[in-house]
């Protein structure tokens, strides 16, 4: 069961996200790639 994720606002959008597997743990990374909306700061 995956617990993690990702929250984004009106700001930004997730365009891509990929699950990697770590050495010497049992956890997982969660890596987004994220946009900038256009128009903000």
């Known amino acids: ?6 929250l984004v606002s009106k700001d ?9 597997d770590l ?3 049992d ?3 969660v890596v987004t790639d994220l946009t900038l909306h256009e128009g903000r700061p």
């Not at 930004?12 to 990697?20: C, K, P, Q, S, Y």
């Open 23 to 25: 050495s010497d743990t």
């Open 12 to 20: 930004f959008a997730a365009d891509r996200t990929r699950i990697l």
């Open 27 to 29: 956890h997982r990374a």
């Open 1 to 6: 069961m995956q617990i993690d994720h990702v």
